[in-house]
């Protein structure tokens, strides 16, 4: 009894007092309290209290109340060396500033999740870039304030030092103020949004955009692979950004059938009367008649020799059926550019570039709307008297040489 009387005076039982009434502080509001705070956000109609709720902005506040009983109570202990005294001080208001700085962290997730959860608006101006700044410039200021803590100075002497570092912060810091400056240009000239196709080639970079924050953009490829650029390249460097084909409401059709040149030439009048089995050009062939015979009467009656008649050809007449069948073709967007052109001749054929554009810009669907297209063109093709060019494979070089051994 006596024993327990003597430690009583002690100075450690003080100490152990002051231990038990800060874990109690403690259970009583991170348990008892903040569970009926997360009880009441539950019950809410609200939607905020609940998104601060699954941050635990509440949860980290809570360890705020110990630290704060060990400063009110540190006093109160008697028999303790000075040093002590300050040592626990300083480390229990050090805890208080770094518990504060991550409870904010956790509410400004928070104030994303809330932002990013308002629709398409939220996408085109992304704020998480400007909330991680927040976050890096209060643990500046809470690096400051715990070292000021600990080493009982003021914080002003500390930073008076700092103007000395200026050089130092700016090296340190570099890779920070050119994002910054980059995420505040990408938002304000509306270059870059959640959900953007983007191509960079020079970053590997095809997919689309999934996280846009202070120091790096992540691009989901078609792979499912990410990318992760720097937001200071999205500056430097250029890239491609589909979002415009997207809101045009069409995709772009650019292919070209490659003709061998040779199977070009006139049409007679019953390879005309023939083709006039295709709807699509009965109204072309008519116009085109009435034309040429125009045309070459003229040459007549001035006494010209019929060389110089105009006739129709098989590529043009295949032309004009293209167009007619791409200007009745119900996924080609009509509202945009549509033509079907000749490129200049090449070793490897004459180029019938179709350039139009599809009426649903999803990647399947358009992939299968241009093989439509072209299917149709290839099979159609031998009823102009056209054919395709094709470089010899192996499977035509045996069936020439086995023409010329059986001729020989």
């Known amino acids: 009894m006596e024993a327990l009387r003597a430690f009583a005076a002690t100075p450690w039982a003080a100490v152990i007092g ?12 991170a348990r008892v309290l903040v569970g009926i705070a997360a009880r009441l956000a539950a019950a809410s109609p609200m939607h905020w209290d609940d998104v601060v709720a699954r941050h635990g902005v509440l949860s980290q506040l809570a360890h705020v109340v110990p630290a704060l009983v ?31 700085v991550l409870a904010f962290g956790r509410l400004l997730d928070a104030l994303n999740d809330l932002y990013e959860a308002r629709g398409p608006r939220a996408q085109e101006r992304p704020i998480k870039g ?20 600990l080493a009982n100075r003021s914080p002003l002497v500390l ?13 340190v810091f570099k890779d920070t103020l050119l994002s910054l400056v980059a995420s505040v240009q990408l938002a304000s000239n509306d270059m870059l949004r959640l959900g953007d196709w983007i191509e960079m080639p020079s970053q590997g970079a095809d997919g689309d955009v999934i996280d846009i924050s202070l120091h790096t953009v992540k691009v989901q490829n078609w792979d499912k692979t990410i990318s992760t650029i720097p937001t200071h390249l999205l500056i430097s460097e250029s890239f491609r950004n589909w979002r415009g084909m997207s809101e045009s409401g069409g995709r772009r059709i650019k292919r070209a059938l490659l003709l061998d040149q040779t199977s070009v030439r006139f049409l007679d009048a019953a390879e005309r009367a023939r ?13 085109q008649r009435a034309e040429l015979d125009a045309y070459n009467a003229k040459m007549e009656a001035a006494g010209k020799d019929p060389v110089n008649n105009r006739r129709a050809t098989n590529l043009g007449t295949f032309r004009a059926y293209v167009t007619a069948y791409l200007r009745s073709h119900p996924g080609v967007n009509q509202a945009m550019t549509l033509m079907v052109r000749q490129l200049a001749p090449t070793p490897q054929g004459l180029p019938l570039e179709v350039y139009c554009f599809s009426a649903d810009t ?23 008297g056209l054919r395709i060019f094709q470089q010899p494979g192996s499977g035509d070089i045996a069936a020439a040489a086995a023409a010329i051994h059986r001729s020989d």
């Open 159 to 171: 930073l008076t030092g700092l103007g000395a570092m200026t050089a130092v912060l700016m090296l």
């Open 362 to 384: 999803r990647w399947v669907q358009y992939e299968n709307l241009a093989g439509d297209i072209f299917d149709h063109l290839l099979a159609v093709l031998p009823e102009f």
């Open 70 to 100: 060990v400063v009110a109570g540190i006093g109160v202990v008697q028999g303790m060396p000075p040093a002590v005294y300050a040592v626990v001080r300083g480390v229990a208001n050090a805890y208080i500033v770094l518990t504060v």
């Open 18 to 29: 002051l231990a038990l009434a800060a874990w109690l502080a403690w259970f009583i509001v």
């Open 275 to 287: 083709l006039r089995r295709f709807a699509l050009i009965d109204e072309y062939l008519d116009k």
């Open 130 to 149: 400007y909330l991680q700044l927040l976050k890096i410039a209060a643990w500046i200021v809470a690096a400051i304030l715990v070292v000021s803590v």
